[in-house]
Each structure stands twice: as structure tokens, then as C-alpha cells.
């Protein structure tokens, strides 16, 4: 198996711009610009906040689906949250991995799951890369620079007496 990072992918200066796509029954897409030297995690974190939900679970990025799910297994390509402790296999974790690090010119298109529980899905494309513009700052990335479709709220409320979802749009943009 090659390996899946190198610091010699990309120039960590350079801006990357992914369009990320939730799987679920409504279009919501989100555009995130990140810089290079930022790292996996960081994008996580963007992701979540993006959809205006709390960041309280673990996630992980994955090369490759198979069937429409994930191959759970780090010898698929896969790489976790930092705190992802009970795992019996070594892992990489997201806040080791610089963006500039992964070939997205090999790979344009990786996939991550937000709480295994509730199997929150997303795909994330490489749409784009750049130079930082003078005026730009490190610390104005991550950022959400366009948005589609409204996210549906993290934990909406069931009705005790149907089962069914109640509020499930609370947390939808305008």
C-alpha cells in the first residue's frame, strides 16, 4: 500500500476550497476554504460548526466506500478525531494531518462520518486551490464561503406519541 500523506503533496500556503455535501434527504452543501497548514480536524470542526450543530462527537475521514458505507477498518484509509482511544489497531489522527499533506489531485473526493451514532454522512470534493491573496490571514481559515439547503438540527425533538421527529428543521439557515 503507498502511503496516503506526504509534506511534499502541496505548498502548505496554498488555500484549498471543498465543496462538502451532507448525505441525507435535502440538498445541503457547504463551500470551506482551508489553508494548507491547517489540519484535518480543523475542517471537522468547520464542517460541524457549518451546520450550526454542537461538536460533541467523535469523526472520522475515509478514502473509499463500499455498499454506501464506509470501510471501517484504518487499513482502508481511514483517519479519526484525536480522541478516538479505543480502537485496537494504530490510527492516524485528524489534528496530525496538515490538508497540504493529502494528494487531492490523486484523490479529489474523501468521504466523513460526524457521530457514529446518528451516521451523519458528508462527501468532500476538492473543487479548488490557490495562493493566499496579500491580504489574507492564517487565522481567517477555516472558513464557510458558500452555502446550499438548510441543515437540519442536530438533535430535533420526537413526538412521544408518534415516534415521529418534531422540530426537525430548527436549526435550518434562512
Given at each position: 500500500m503507498e502511503p496516503l500523506f506526504s509534506k511534499f503533496n502541496n505548498p502548505v500556503e496554498n488555500i484549498f476550497a471543498f465543496k462538502v455535501t451532507y448525505q441525507w434527504e435535502r440538498l445541503v452543501t457547504r463551500t470551506i476554504e482551508i489553508n494548507g497548514n491547517q489540519n484535518f480536524n480543523q475542517l471537522a470542526k468547520m464542517i460541524v460548526k457549518s451546520m450550526r450543530w454542537q461538536n460533541d462527537h467523535m469523526h472520522g475521514f475515509y478514502l473509499d466506500k463500499l455498499d454506501g458505507k464506509h470501510l471501517f477498518d484504518p487499513r482502508h484509509y481511514c483517519w479519526f478525531a484525536p480522541y478516538w482511544e479505543d480502537e485496537p489497531h494504530p490510527l492516524i489522527h485528524t489534528d496530525q494531518v496538515k490538508i497540504s499533506f493529502f494528494d487531492f489531485e490523486?484523490?479529489?473526493?474523501?468521504?466523513?462520518?460526524?457521530?457514529?451514532?446518528?451516521d451523519h454522512n458528508f462527501d468532500i470534493e476538492m473543487?479548488?486551490?490557490?495562493?493566499?491573496?496579500?491580504?489574507?490571514?492564517s487565522t481567517m481559515f477555516p472558513r464557510v464561503i458558500k452555502h446550499l439547503g438548510r441543515a437540519r438540527a442536530q438533535y430535533p425533538n420526537i413526538d412521544e406519541n408518534t415516534g415521529e421527529y418534531k422540530n426537525i428543521y430548527k436549526n435550518w439557515f434562512d
Open positions: 490523486k484523490h479529489p473526493k474523501i468521504h466523513m462520518t460526524f457521530d457514529y451514532g446518528d473543487v479548488g486551490k490557490r495562493s493566499m491573496a496579500g491580504h489574507e490571514k
